[in-house]
């Protein structure tokens, strides 16, 4: 199994700054494709970016230019730097690996807990 810890979540004013990590842990032997998703009070969960194990991103219009994903593979780390916050960004952002655990096994998609992040002055 594969288990993801997100971190780095909180309350912070408009026009602020907040980083977010998810580590991956357990049995892992590879990490195909990292994602951060979010998902407001009555809406759907969307997707933020996301981020290839060569390195490719791509990142929903709402978040171009303010938010920048990264990942470590020897750390089995991902990363979201989100600047200049607004409220409408408020939500619960989640983590996603798709992951296999051995060299035979399918990849799987692997889900976090979720971190709470609130914009608001």
């Known amino acids: 199994q594969v288990q993801l810890a997100e971190s780095g979540g909180g309350l912070v004013q408009p026009a602020g700054s907040l980083r977010l990590s998810c580590a991956a842990s357990?049995?892992?032997?590879?990490?195909?494709?990292m994602y951060w998703y979010r998902q407001a009070p009555g809406k759907q969960r969307e997707l933020v970016a996301f981020?290839?194990?060569?390195?490719?991103?791509n990142y929903a219009d709402s978040v171009k230019g303010r938010f920048t994903i990264s990942r470590d593979n020897a750390k089995n780390s991902v990363y979201l730097q989100m600047n200049s916050l607004k409220p409408d960004d408020t939500a619960t952002y989640y983590c996603?690996?798709?992951?296999?655990?051995?060299?035979?096994?399918?990849?799987?998609?692997?889900w976090g807990q979720g971190t709470q992040v609130t914009v608001s002055s």
């Open positions: 996603n690996a798709v992951a296999k655990t051995t060299s035979s096994s399918n990849y799987r998609s692997y």
């Open positions: 357990g049995s892992i032997f590879s990490i195909n494709t």
């Open positions: 981020v290839t194990s060569g390195g490719r991103t």
